[in-house]
């Protein structure tokens, strides 16, 4: 069974999306093809407003796996904060080749928003405010067949850009103090960390349900394994310095791959590891292999600046492969 990640980076269509679509399948679907993926995480897969149709459609998504097997997959995706639908922006998709018992968002369920108040806002508000995430958990219940069944969450953390201050851009990248950027740059700090902890919270509840349960975790956690996010969601035994909750702990099944290898963006020429697959420790033990598909990547910060709307993505698919016979 092959497990997979990919961050799509806004799918969309014309107008909002600049690249056409047909380009960015002619990239995009060969990658796909290649996970050859019993189970796909899909990242930043935007809605589409359909004339007639009172919800959005993933219209854009349809037409990328249109002529592979992702086509007759069953799927499980997040929906909009109202209940109705998918978001406009930055949806959650799992895709699956088997079927799916049941999907749910978690989205300040187990984690109320942190109240705020602005310390830089001109003009002055130092009201409290309401920190919400920017969007859910995505967690599909999976049929193994012979009675098996197995958790996939997948997610999309907040990014490290600091969030917006009132009063305090001069443009979308232009900050008119070094104060402003840094109370932004703390708040999405706290997003990040505190859906963190929503995560361990929701892992904590399904592992107190099934100690034995097979639980992966994949997507797109804008971390890498030494910074807080990520030792969130794992729980190691040297955090907690209690060998008797190390059955609660993840386990990092990328750093089986190898130092040089071992990203999936590129920042300034800075390898990074953002991506991301997790597994409970009863799902480890059927692990065998994982890949980081980052032969193509750029350089996220330059070609930015110096590509016109490039088609594919800047974050490299992961995939991990388990001995379990499938059914």
């Not at 960015?24 to 050859?36: F, T, Y």
């Not at 859910?136 to 969030?163: C, F, K």
């Not at 592992?207 to 910074?227: R, S, T």
Request: aromatic share 6%; with cysteine.
């Amino acid at each position: 069974m092959r497990i997979a990640t990919f961050n799509l980076e806004s799918l969309d269509v014309p107008p909002k999306a600049h690249t056409p679509l047909e380009a960015r399948v002619d990239i995009l679907r060969p990658a796909l093809d290649r996970l050859e993926a019993d189970v796909l995480c899909l990242q930043e897969v935007n809605g589409q407003k359909i004339p007639g149709k009172d919800e959005r459609q993933l219209v854009a998504l349809d037409k990328l796996l249109a002529g592979t097997p992702y086509a007759n997959y069953h799927r499980a995706t997040s929906t909009a904060s109202d209940g109705h639908g998918v978001a406009d922006v930055h949806n959650l998709v799992t895709l699956s080749r088997f079927s799916i018992l049941s999907f749910s968002r978690v989205q300040h369920d187990l984690v109320p928003p942190l109240q705020y108040s602005l310390q830089t806002a001109d003009p002055p508000d130092y009201d409290a405010h309401p920190l919400r995430f920017d969007r859910p958990l995505l967690v599909t219940e999976l049929d193994l067949g012979q009675g098996r069944r197995m958790s996939v969450v997948n997610l999309h953390l907040r990014a490290p850009l600091a969030a917006a201050i009132p009063g305090q851009k001069i443009s979308p990248f232009v900050w008119k103090s070094v104060s402003g950027w840094a109370e932004g740059y703390f708040l999405a700090a706290l997003r990040r960390g505190a859906q963190a902890l929503e995560l361990r919270l929701l892992l904590d509840r399904l592992l107190a349900a099934d100690p034995h349960g097979l639980i992966a975790v994949a997507g797109d956690f804008n971390a890498e394994d030494h910074q807080t996010p990520l030792k969130i969601a794992i729980g190691a035994e040297e955090e907690t310095g209690n060998g008797q909750l190390t059955g609660h702990s993840l386990v990092v099944l990328d750093r089986a791959i190898a130092s040089d290898r071992r990203w999936s963006v590129l920042h300034y020429g800075r390898p990074q590891m953002l991506d991301h697959i997790l597994a409970s420790r009863t799902l480890y033990a059927h692990f065998r292999s994982i890949e980081v598909h980052n032969e193509t990547l750029g350089d996220e910060a330059v070609s930015y600046a110096k590509v016109d709307n490039p088609p594919g993505s800047y974050h490299a698919a992961v995939v991990a492969e388990f001995a379990i016979k499938s059914t």
